[in-house]
């Protein structure tokens, strides 16, 4: 097809973005500092889970990508 894609992938910008997010723990504190966002996405929203290695609790997070 004649579409290019150029430059960063938009969920590579989320993914950046959401690297700086603190990935702390609601349930036990616990601060993972190495931790990473795993992420997927439908199309329509991106969902973030994070799971913690200390408590096991998964944390996640859904952004729209709304136009
Ligand atoms: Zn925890």
Redesign the pocket.
Known sequence: MATSNRGMNPLDTLRDRFDEVETV?P??G?DDDDGTWATETDGAEVRYEHD?P????VTAHTISLGR
Do not use: D, N, T
Request: hydrophobic content about 10%; aromatic content about 12%; charged content about 10%.
């Open positions: 723990c349930a036990c616990y913690c200390s408590c096991g609790k």
